[in-house]
């Protein structure tokens, strides 16, 4: 089956809520992307929060499951636009680049050039916080954003889309405005506060003037990537890029 259909055929089974009239407030943010949905019931559910489904018992959706497919399909997107545009760099710096420019900060960012915090509904105490300059808050409903694309318009247009929108983000990357491989994994897991990583000694081998040492990065207790160098700090920063690797893999 042809990708374009499997996605129109995946929209009309998973998000057929019936035929519904677009929000006037959400127009605006529909010129401001360029955006017109032909299903805006997929816009409604990018922009609500999880915290505003308990004072609202009326909505039966919130943007959680977008998110995670967002999140996906700004991998692929960004993972295609480097492979595409960028012939000569390598794995570990295509790499590098993709983390930084869907980092959560990143993503932030772009969702506030949208204005898309005013979009948001949050549950009262979530907005009477801040919720809507919040940088995980705005991250998540970006990626949410994105999925509501993908799924209106499917792959081609998202694609289009979202290269020319990451197109400035990825330049700056490749000027120098990124970090290295240990914070930008930091930056992929620091959604949940409740996760920790830790790097860990694993072995070193050979005599004293040329040792090799292997590190390992835990997320928790879990092993998320193995790295080695002639240093600790440089076996260190091949685990963590070992674990970005492992972790974007795992997500498609």
């Known amino acids: 089956m042809r990708f374009d259909i499997w996605c129109e055929t995946s929209v009309s089974q998973e998000e057929s809520w019936g035929g519904m009239e677009m929000d ?31 004072e609202h018992p009326e909505e039966e959706h919130h943007n959680q499951r977008l998110e995670f497919l967002g999140d ?10 480097l492979y595409k545009h960028y012939p000569e ?24 050039s949208l204005d898309l915090g005013e979009h ?5 105490g979530e907005a009477l916080s ?16 994105i999925a509501a694309v993908f799924l209106d318009q499917g792959w081609e247009r998202c694609c289009v889309y979202l290269s020319n929108l990451l197109k400035e983000e990825i330049e700056k990357t490749l000027q120098g405005v990124s970090s290295d491989f240990k914070t930008l994994l930091q ?19 050979g005599p004293d003037h040329d040792k090799i040492f292997e590190s390992g990065v835990f997320l928790n207790n ?18 963590a890029q070992n674990a970005i690797d492992f972790l974007r893999k795992e997500q498609l």
Do not use: W
Request: hydrophobic share 35%; glycine share 8%.
């Open 89 to 112: 760099a390598s794995e570990g710096e295509l790499t590098k680049i993709r983390a930084a420019v869907v980092c959560e900060s990143s993503l932030a960012g772009l969702a506030q």
């Open 130 to 145: 801040g919720g809507k300059n919040r940088p995980s808050i705005l991250a998540d409903a970006f990626e949410a954003l």
């Open 187 to 205: 930056e992929i897991i620091q959604r949940n506060s409740s996760d920790r990583l830790s790097y860990r000694l694993l072995s070193e081998s």
């Open 24 to 54: 006037p407030k959400h127009t605006q943010l529909q010129k401001k992307i360029n955006i017109t949905f032909k299903q805006p019931e997929l816009l409604k559910m990018a922009l609500i929060h999880p915290s505003y489904l308990s």
């Open 120 to 124: 948001i509904q949050l549950g009262r």
């Open 222 to 239: 879990r092993l998320l990537g193995k790295g080695s160098g002639k240093s600790k700090k440089e076996s260190e920063q091949h685990a």
């Open 72 to 81: 996906a399909v700004l991998g692929i997107v960004v993972a295609y636009y």
